[in-house]
T-cell receptor, first 114, second 109 residues
Framework: DSGVTQTPKHLITATGQRVTLRCSPR?????VYWYQQSLDQGLQFLIQ???????AKGNILERFSAQQFPDLHSELNLSSLELGDSALYFC?????????????FGPGTRLTVL | LAKTTQPISMDSYEGQEVNITCSHN???????ITWYQQFPSQGPRFIIQ???TKVTNEVASLFIPADRKSSTLSLPRVSLSDTAVYYC??????????FGKGTRLHILP
């Protein structure tokens, strides 16, 4: 158990819909990272927040947005969903802002868009 | 961010030592080398990180030659449960992290 929690575990929705994925980092960790993993694209970095502020951006689509709240939990919002958004979404946390420092990954949310 | 190249897949047998090599010819002075392990449908797990020479922990060893243009992750006496994808990452502390496709290690009985 990494100490990072993600909800929900599974999510099934339809194209065009909007969903919110939630992540609680390990106690004391200030950085939260979001990743998308699909079969054909591998593990893709989406975005990082550090202590409430956006720190780094990866291959995040404009239809996707995220935020980190004062209690340090984070939410990833996915809107106008397409079939290709079906994937495993992982959240990770680390103690500091440096992404090459050890990251602790959550169990993931499996999103299925029908 | 240094580009890494590692084998797409490897097979080995239980009880053997497994060495996975990663090439990173354009590694920069401030870059560290980090390895993660990922089991199917689980998030990656940090294994080891190093800068030069050799680093060892309870799980693996990381060998880095003097020119740092490659590194080798060594897993001693593997078991079936070591079947996973292993990712080599290279960057400095503040770089965006890029996982790539990793090496699929398959341990046979």
């Amino acid at each position: 158990d990494s100490g990072v929690t993600q909800t929900p575990k599974h999510l099934i929705t339809a194209t065009g819909q909007r969903v919110t994925l939630r992540c609680s980092p390990r106690s004391g960790d200030l950085s939260v990272y979001w990743y998308q993993q699909s079969l054909d694209q591998g593990l893709q970095f989406l975005i990082q927040y550090y202590n409430g502020e956006e720190r780094a951006k990866g291959n995040i689509l404009e239809r996707f947005s995220a935020q980190q709240f004062p209690d340090l939990h984070s939410e990833l919002n996915l809107s106008s969903l397409e079939l290709g958004d079906s994937a495993l979404y992982f959240c990770a946390s680390s103690a500091t802002s440096g992404s090459m420092n050890e990251q602790f990954f959550g169990p993931g949310t499996r999103l299925t868009v029908l | 961010l240094a580009k890494t190249t590692q084998p797409i897949s490897m097979d080995s047998y239980e009880g053997q030592e497994v060495n996975i090599t990663c090439s990173h010819n354009n590694i920069a002075t401030n870059d560290y080398i980090t390895w993660y392990q990922q089991f199917p449908s689980q998030g990656p797990r940090f294994i080891i990180q190093g800068y030069k020479t050799k680093v060892t922990n309870e799980v693996a060893s990381l060998f880095i030659p003097a020119d740092r243009k490659s590194s080798t992750l060594s897993l001693p006496r593997v078991s079936l449960s070591d079947t996973a994808v292993y990712y080599c990452l290279v960057g400095d502390r503040d770089d965006k992290i890029i996982f790539g496709k990793g090496t699929r290690l398959h341990i046979l009985p």
